[in-house]
């Protein structure tokens, strides 16, 4: 399992950038994303309505005890931050990491002890950018640009691609919604 740990969510001020980590972090090939910080059902609902719509076995979590979670966690911490190695330096390494593995992406303020308890503080670039896109680099790095292939099982709808407009079907009627 390829579990996605966002520190630090602040209820009202968050809620875009919390929800791309978890779209992103199901789209990019994880299996579940647990939050931190602020408990906010309305924003967690958001991404379990994404999963259950389009579809994969994508799980949504909230844990309040982040340090307690990461201290009983059996597998490998992978904490991205600019401050690390640089990911090409350490991502076949990090491919061959049998068992589960946290991807731990932080959010305003990342506490010093993670940089600790972390297996891998690991580099996307060395400029300050974004949890969102540091997970979506890392994780297209970890499945070599496959998972972006991926089709995803159960899904009630589907895109169909197109080279203008946008057409999106119910997979199981195939009853279509163009524009
Ligand atoms: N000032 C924060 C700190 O103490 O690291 C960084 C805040 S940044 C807006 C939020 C998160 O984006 C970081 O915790 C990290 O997970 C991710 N991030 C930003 N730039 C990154 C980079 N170059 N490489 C890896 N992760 C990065």
């Not at 969510?9 to 968050?14: A, P, S, T, V, Y």
């Not at 009983?72 to 593995?101: C, Q, W």
């Not at 002890?113 to 969102?132: C, F, R, T, W």
């Amino acid at each position: 399992m390829i579990y996605v740990l966002r520190l630090g969510h602040r209820k009202g001020r968050d809620l875009r950038i919390s929800t791309h980590c978890g779209l992103v972090a199901r789209a990019f090939g994880a299996d579940a994303i647990i939050y931190t910080g602020d408990y906010d059902k309305k924003m967690m609902e958001s991404v379990k309505d994404v999963a259950d719509r389009w579809g994969g076995n994508f799980k949504v979590f909230y844990e309040k005890q982040w340090k307690k979670f990461l201290s009983s966690f059996e597998g490998k911490i992978i904490h991205l931050t600019m401050y690390g190695l640089p990911v090409d330096a350490v991502i076949n390494n990090i491919r061959e990491i049998r068992g589960d593995k946290v991807i731990v992406i932080g959010g305003e303020k990342v506490p010093a002890e993670l940089y600790k308890m972390a297996d891998y503080n690991i580099a996307i670039g060395k400029q300050p950018h974004s949890e969102v896109a540091a997970l979506a680099v890392f994780l297209d790095k970890l499945f070599k640009g496959d998972e972006l292939n991926k089709d995803f099982e159960n899904a009630k709808i589907k895109v169909i691609p197109q080279e203008k407009g946008k057409k999106v079907v119910e997979v199981n009627r195939y009853k279509s919604k163009q524009s």
